[in-house]
């Protein structure tokens, strides 16, 4: 932990991401940061988070009446956005006025092509990062991975029970390219598969309007969300994670993270992987996601760890440390 922020007042606007918002705060706290949180897309039902992602216009109204009740301080030294989904221009521009002084800082954890309003709010901030490399060559942005929590990494060995396993909601072509994963691998390979929808009519919406659902059965998808305790249980009783990006996506999921955290060998579709320092062909597979082989040796072969100071960069403790490199400069 090499940066305090002793007597510094923060305000973090964050998504509801298993916990991860949580442990941001409790980081920050722990350096000696004051702390206050507010969602960044404050809708709770499928329903309006749904409209919140394909309508984002719909909710702006409501979501600026929200920060203007929540959000009353004057005395921020800081202002850290991840992602701020339903952040308007009209929000961040009365921030900019109350919070004279703040430094304000974005960091995306999503791409630009699924998030492309987000670049009219750019001129807002005084920092930006992405975990999208090809973002930030283009934009001209702060490049920063994303990390893994204190809760993925080995304490002890773990009983094996899994093979593989794969844990994630089933967007886009996610549940084509694991029904041909599933098949590639065979019956001899020991699965857990946990592809989520928030709701059945999600999925009968899906059944109606993504050919890649054509062959899907109800019964294929859970509608129970899982808590970050019960995924790690499962990732710690995996010898193997399956990792499936969004197909707009280069920069790597927080699984990809989590996995080496875990120090689980991972297989991806995501070839960006490729240019991370802790890549290695021993325990990472790439994957073509239309017509996916998995080589019997990788199977069958033991995680190497990798070296413990790119492992540390990983941490939280250091993806933060490295924002705040940046930031007080």
Known sequence: MKYLLDGKKILIVAPQFFGYETEICDELRRRGAEVDFVLDRPFATPLMKGVTRVRREWVIKAADRYYTEQ????????????????????????????????????????????????LDNLKYFHHVFTFDRNDAAKYGLNFRPLFFSRGFEVTAPEK???????????HTDRYQVLTKVDKALGPAIKKHWYLFLQAKWVYLTYKLTNKGFKEASVSDFKF???????????????????????PQQTGLTMRSLETLGAKK???????????????????ICVIDRRAPSIPADFLTSEY????????QRYRLEGWLDEILEVVTA
């Open 304 to 311: 190497v760890d990798v070296p413990t100071e790119v492992y």
């Open 160 to 170: 094996i029970t899994f093979d593989i396993s794969f844990i994630g909601t089933a």
């Open 265 to 283: 060998k991972l297989i991806t579709t995501n070839a960006a992987v490729r240019e991370y320092d802790f890549f290695s062909d021993t325990n």
């Open 71 to 118: 959000v009353e301080s004057t005395d921020y030294h800081y202002v850290f956005v991840v992602n701020g989904q339903t952040l308007s221009e009209t929000t961040l521009n009365r921030w900019q006025k109350l919070f004279c002084g703040a430094v304000f800082v974005l960091y995306m954890w999503d791409s630009f092509g699924n998030r492309r309003w987000v």
């Open 224 to 246: 129970d969300p899982l808590d970050k305790c019960t995924v790690q249980q499962i990732f710690f009783a995996s010898k193997m994670i399956l990792d499936i990006e969004h």
